[in-house]
């Protein structure tokens, strides 16, 4: 259940959109490399729909939106479709971290038809 301290938190999607999930050359793990990065900061109230139209801002209506648990690797992306699924990403990063920062992988839907 959200209380009002946790509503007025900040949350922060470190997002990327057009490049490519690849092994890194130390180790193997997986790291996003290429497109478009960036940060974007807003309110933990937001919802799935809000959320939505400010990354259409970044790289138009034609994506799905996965985001990065904070235990998983990147080959382990939950898709995000609706504010439950947007609720369970914030809850798993609040058993976590103080600090709300959730990797974001935006990919283009066409590429995927």
Known sequence: ???LSSSNKKIKFHYG?????TPSKNGGKLRYEGGTNGIMKMDR???YTELVVKL???CGPSMRLRCKLPHDDLDSLVHVWSDEDLAYVLEEYDQCSEDLKIRAILDDTLRFS
């Open 17 to 21: 959109y057009g490049g490519t999930i």
């Open 45 to 47: 109230g937001i919802t």
């Open 1 to 3: 259940m959200t209380t």
């Open 56 to 58: 259409w801002d970044v």
